[in-house]
């Protein structure tokens, strides 16, 4: 028996397929299928942060909907526990294809203001993560399995952001006399 696995659907061949009942499943017989409905929850099982490119690599046990991901509903944290210092996402990005693996690409300002915390994501040691059920859906429409704050996922692996700031733009008005810097970050 031959099983295509998109958590919809089996297709059966071979003269041992039990889910044909009986019905011959050889050659030019055509294909037996048997409907099995996805019921499970697709789980966080590991992510990695990259400040380097402002990102966040996901890896669920499933294929997501990009489509359904809603950014503002993953909390980063320094600890896995209830006092630990909690940002919760803006913004930002990830990418569109249905895929078990997940990228985020952190807003600028959301990435700034991390920057600007010395207690949170600026090591692998007060690296943390956590969902909650709405933050994306499977394939199927069912929910991610929420992650809590005390069960925050550490991060598997960290690039520390080590681009120095530039100066992207300038101001300069003399009749004030003040001279105004934009940097990069």
């Given at each position: 028996c031959q099983a295509q696995t998109s958590g919809t659907a089996r297709a059966c061949r071979g003269p041992r397929c039990q889910t044909?009942?009986?019905?011959?499943?050889?050659?030019?017989?055509?294909?037996?299928?048997?409907?099995?409905?996805?019921?499970?929850?697709?789980?966080?099982?590991?992510?990695?942060?990259?400040?380097?490119?402002?990102q966040l690599y996901l890896q669920f046990t499933e294929p997501v909907d990009p489509a359904t991901i809603a950014l503002p509903e993953a909390t980063l944290q320094s600890a896995a526990s209830y006092n630990s210092y909690q940002f919760r996402l803006t913004g930002g990005s990830a990418n569109n294809t249905v895929s078990s693996q997940v990228v985020i690409t952190l807003s600028t300002s959301d990435f700034n203001v991390l920057e600007?915390?010395?207690?949170?994501?600026?090591?692998?040691?007060?690296?943390?993560?956590?969902?909650?059920?709405?933050?994306?859906?499977?394939?199927?429409?069912?929910?991610?399995?929420?992650?809590?704050?005390?069960?925050a996922l550490p991060a598997a692996y960290y690039v520390r952001d080590a681009t120095r700031p530039s100066v992207v733009a300038f101001g300069l008005d003399m009749s004030q006399g003040t001279l105004t810097l934009s940097f990069s970050k």
């Open positions: 044909c009942r009986g019905r011959p499943a050889g050659r030019g017989a055509g294909m037996c299928l048997t409907f099995v409905p996805d019921t499970i929850a697709p789980i966080l099982v590991s992510f990695a942060v990259d400040m380097q490119l402002a600007s915390l010395p207690q949170l994501f600026t090591s692998q040691n007060n690296s943390f993560l956590r969902v909650s059920a709405l933050f994306v859906r499977d394939v199927a429409g069912i929910s991610v399995q929420n992650v809590n704050a005390t069960g």
